[in-house]
């Protein structure tokens, strides 16, 4: 390496530092005499300006002061307290959901169940009905099992159980005496008067066959074979519902079929999260299939109308069945008095079956927007779904629950088009959902201020995700939204643990999700049934003194349950509108009354009926804080 050539420098040489220094006085006594002749010239100019300026006149700014609008900052101090306690322990609801797994890692075995709630023996309690799979045929022993697979004689049955409500959070198991200790791979469940005889007649989804229990008198009977609505032992049903399509005043059933499945098939293929143990497989591994629409002739028969109807969607390419359908929602999306679909799938785009009013659907989802996401253009894992009313202008909302990674969708339309953008970012329901895996999903008013919330509950498929995925756990806390109105920073404001409770905090598997009013103080409460364990029952404590009005529907003219029936409530210069329809969420089923949260008016002059035969009504309301009932035909037309 050589040395760098050295430059000169004044240390070097005492009369160049010399000549520097004596230059230096040069320059600073030219410059300080150059500044005192500029200062003599600038000073009188100076005066002068500074005598101009203080004699000119002010003028005042004709601006008009811009008024910004009021941003409503939202933090933990502006939610009000909303407890959801655990009181299923104390409720007396013992129930543990079997889910049949036994090593194999089966799909169906994390995909279960729902819940699903009803008045069974017209007493006016709310009372609980809790789905349960079962071991799987070909194994008599099962994940902690004791007895010897070979012993099948030792293996126990787990049934359906259905609590019976008291109004005051006790339940008591009436499974047996009712007729609902029912043994299947059951998934979901749907709730319906669908004989028009004024009690709630239930329908199960399965693993298989499904089964029609039709009530007499609280106690139910297996009428599926002679209504026609079993489907086939190969198909895999999710969520179903009741509705009327034709308006004719009998109540239709929808069931949602999932992929193609079975046994063979799924141990064919090799599914794995780390390389070396099997893992449950995604939907992507397994064709598709169609669901089923029946049409209640009347005298207790329904006919398979699936493909005559128009919901049977192929793929565009190949012509296979596209369809994996986990959540349904009817509901009327144009507004012309028709219920319409819509059906959340699973990695393939979503379904909005729009009624055509003879009969038919046509599947309108791409052009609606609700098909895929919208901000990457791929179809997502939707599970749960639910629909509202959710502003007072009317915008309708869809929200989906959606897979790990993945955010819950927030569909809204203005209710003069049927034109859905996804609102789930800006309102502030998306950020926070993609932590979480989302099956069931419902909106409600929690604390009765008139506006509606979301509750999503949560959890995982595979036990051991964290290893793979450190943001992911097998369980998960559900997830509470408060809406805050529009005027806020966020409209949707993830309810904080300090503000709900230490209780809805526990993280667990969560899978079906409804709400219904367990003890009768006019708020909502809260059921999430779970994959392989117990339920959680929440009972409501909020304690904002906020007032209500509940509302019972009975139609006459139309479906007896008045599922589909919109009744509105005009407060002053505000629209709140609540639809009768227990289908909502993931495998479930919530109560048919309906609750509108008043906050702190006090009174309440009339609400306005449209019934799904599309007649109107106009009630007179003489006080709140109660139930009602109103029947149809003897309101003000």
Same mark, same amino acid.
């Given at each position: 390496?050589?040395?760098?050539?050295?430059? =000169?420098?004044?240390?070097?040489?005492?009369?160049?530092?010399?000549?520097?220094?004596?230059?230096?006085?040069?320059?600073?006594?030219?410059?300080?005499?150059?500044?005192?002749?500029?200062?003599?010239?600038?000073?009188?100019?100076?005066?002068?300006?500074?005598?101009?300026?203080?004699?000119?006149?002010?003028?005042?700014?004709?601006?008009?002061?811009?008024?910004?609008?009021?941003?409503?900052?939202?933090?933990?101090?502006?939610?009000?307290?909303?407890?959801?306690?655990?009181?299923?322990?104390?409720?007396?609801?013992?129930?543990?959901?079997?889910?049949?797994?036994?090593?194999?890692?089966?799909?169906?075995?994390?995909?279960? @169940?729902?819940?699903?709630?009803?008045?069974?023996?017209?007493?006016?309690?709310?009372?609980?009905?809790?789905?349960?799979?079962?071991?799987?045929?070909?194994?008599?022993?099962?994940?902690?099992?004791?007895?010897?697979?070979?012993? @099948?004689?030792?293996?126990?049955?787990?049934?359906?159980?259905?609590?019976?409500?008291?109004?005051?959070?006790?339940?008591?198991?009436?499974?047996?005496?009712?007729? /609902?200790?029912?043994?299947?791979?059951?998934?979901?469940?749907?709730?319906?008067?669908?004989?028009?005889?004024?009690?709630?007649?239930?329908?199960? @989804?399965?693993?298989?066959?499904?089964?029609?229990?039709?009530?007499?008198?609280? $106690?139910?009977?297996?009428?599926?074979?002679?209504?026609?609505?079993?489907?086939?032992?190969?198909?895999?049903?999710?969520?179903?519902?009741?509705?009327?399509?034709?308006?004719?005043?009998?109540?239709?059933?929808?069931?949602?079929?999932?992929?193609?499945?079975?046994?063979?098939?799924?141990?064919?293929?090799?599914?794995?999260?780390?390389?070396?143990?099997?893992?449950?497989?995604?939907?992507?591994?397994?064709?598709?299939?169609?669901?089923?629409?029946?049409?209640?002739?009347?005298?207790?028969?329904?006919?398979?109308?699936?493909?005559?109807?128009?919901?049977?969607?192929?793929?565009?390419?190949?012509?296979?069945?596209?369809?994996?359908?986990?959540?349904?929602?009817?509901?009327?999306?144009?507004?012309?008095?028709?219920?319409?679909?819509?059906?959340?799938?699973?990695?393939?785009?979503?379904?909005?079956? %729009?009624?055509?009013?003879?009969?038919?659907?046509?599947?309108?989802?791409?052009?609606?927007?609700? *098909?895929?996401?919208?901000?990457?253009?791929?179809?997502?894992?939707?599970?749960?779904?639910?629909?509202?009313?959710?502003?007072?202008?009317?915008?309708? *909302?869809?929200?989906?629950?959606?897979?790990?990674?993945?955010?819950?969708?927030?569909?809204?339309?203005? =209710?003069?088009?049927?034109?859905?953008? +996804?609102?789930?970012?800006?309102?502030?329901?998306?950020?926070?959902?993609?932590?979480?895996?989302?099956?069931?999903?419902?909106?409600?008013?929690?604390?009765? +201020?008139?506006?509606?919330?979301?509750?999503?509950?949560?959890?995982? /498929?595979?036990?051991?995700?964290? $290893?793979?995925?450190?943001?992911?756990?097998?369980?998960?806390?559900?997830?509470?939204?408060?809406?805050?109105?529009? +005027?806020?920073?966020?409209?949707?404001?993830?309810?904080?643990?300090?503000?709900?409770?230490?209780?809805?905090?526990? =993280?667990?598997?969560?899978?079906? *999700?409804?709400?219904?009013?367990? +003890?009768?103080?006019?708020?909502?409460?809260?059921?999430?049934?779970?994959?392989?364990?117990?339920?959680?029952?929440?009972?409501?404590?909020?304690?904002?003194?906020?007032?209500?009005?509940?509302?019972?529907?009975?139609?006459?003219?139309?479906?007896?349950?008045?599922?589909? *029936?919109?009744?509105?409530?005009?407060?002053?210069?505000?629209?709140?509108?609540?639809?009768?329809?227990?289908?909502?969420?993931?495998?479930? %089923?919530?109560?048919?009354?309906?609750?509108?949260?008043?906050?702190?008016?006090?009174?309440?002059?009339?609400?306005?009926?449209?019934?799904?035969?599309?007649?109107?009504?106009?009630?007179?309301?003489?006080?709140?804080?109660?139930?009602?009932?109103?029947?149809?035909?003897?309101?003000?037309?």
């Amino acid at each position: 390496m050589t040395d760098s050539p050295k430059l =000169p420098s004044s240390l070097d040489n005492p009369s160049v530092a010399d000549e520097d220094v004596e230059n230096d006085a040069v320059i600073g006594s030219a410059l300080r005499g150059s500044m005192i002749v500029l200062a003599a010239v600038c000073l009188p100019v100076g005066v002068v300006l500074a005598y101009l300026s203080l004699s000119k006149p002010i003028e005042e700014s004709t601006e008009t002061a811009v008024t910004l609008p009021e941003v409503r900052q939202v933090n933990e101090a502006t939610i009000p307290s909303l407890l959801l306690s655990d009181v299923t322990e104390e409720s007396g609801i013992d129930f543990s959901h079997e889910s049949g797994r036994y090593g194999e890692r089966l799909l169906p075995e994390t995909m279960g @169940s729902g819940v699903a709630v009803l008045d069974f023996n017209g007493d006016g309690h709310e009372d609980v009905l809790l789905v349960n799979s079962q071991r799987w045929p070909w194994e008599a022993g099962g994940e902690g099992n004791d007895s010897d697979a070979s012993e @099948s004689s030792a293996t126990p049955t787990t049934t359906c159980k259905l609590f019976a409500g008291d109004g005051k959070f006790r339940f008591t198991d009436v499974s047996q005496q009712a007729g /609902l200790d029912v043994a299947l791979y059951g998934m979901g469940a749907a709730v319906g008067d669908f004989d028009n005889d004024g009690d709630s007649d239930v329908f199960l @989804s399965a693993v298989g066959k499904n089964r029609l229990l039709r009530n007499d008198d609280g $106690k139910f009977v297996d009428v599926t074979d002679q209504a026609g609505v079993s489907g086939t032992e190969e198909a895999w049903s999710t969520s179903c519902g009741f509705f009327d399509y034709d308006n004719d005043g009998l109540l239709d059933l929808f069931v949602c079929n999932y992929v193609s499945w079975s046994k063979d098939e799924d141990l064919s293929q090799e599914f794995t999260l780390d390389g070396v143990n099997r893992a449950y497989g995604p939907p992507r591994a397994f064709a598709g299939s169609f669901s089923y629409l029946y049409h209640n002739e009347g005298g207790g028969v329904f006919t398979d109308v699936s493909e005559l109807s128009g919901i049977q969607v192929r793929n565009d390419d190949t012509e296979v069945p596209l369809g994996k359908a986990m959540g349904v929602a009817p509901v009327d999306v144009n507004s012309d008095g028709w219920m319409d679909l819509v059906v959340a799938n699973d990695t393939v785009r979503n379904f909005l079956f %729009q009624n055509n009013k003879d009969g038919t659907f046509t599947e309108v989802g791409r052009l609606s927007g609700i *098909a895929f996401d919208r901000s990457t253009g791929n179809a997502r894992g939707a599970m749960g779904i639910d629909t509202a009313s959710f502003r007072d202008d009317g915008t309708l *909302a869809i929200g989906i629950g959606n897979f790990a990674n993945e955010p819950s969708a927030l569909y809204m339309a203005r =209710p003069d088009r049927v034109q859905f953008i +996804d609102a789930a970012m800006y309102t502030g329901l998306g950020p926070p959902t993609r932590k979480g895996l989302t099956f069931g999903l419902f909106f409600f008013d929690v604390d009765l +201020d008139s506006r509606l919330d979301v509750l999503g509950a949560n959890g995982h /498929l595979e036990e051991h995700i964290a $290893k793979t995925q450190a943001s992911q756990q097998y369980k998960q806390p559900p997830q509470l939204f408060w809406n805050a109105g529009r +005027d806020a920073q966020n409209e949707l404001v993830l309810v904080p643990q300090s503000s709900v409770g230490d209780d809805f905090y526990s =993280p667990i598997v969560g899978r079906g *999700a409804a709400y219904a009013d367990f +003890d009768e103080d006019g708020d909502l409460d809260v059921v999430i049934s779970t994959s392989h364990g117990k339920p959680v029952v929440f009972r409501n404590d909020q304690a904002t003194g906020h007032h209500f009005l509940r509302v019972r529907l009975v139609g006459t003219q139309c479906n007896r349950d008045a599922i589909g *029936a919109i009744a509105t409530l005009t407060l002053d210069e505000r629209s709140i509108a609540r639809m009768v329809m227990p289908t909502r969420s993931y495998l479930s %089923q919530c109560e048919s009354t309906l609750t509108f949260g008043l906050g702190e008016r006090a009174n309440v002059d009339t609400l306005q009926v449209r019934w799904p035969d599309g007649s109107e009504e106009e009630f007179a309301i003489d006080a709140i804080d109660r139930v009602i009932t109103l029947t149809q035909g003897q309101g003000k037309p």
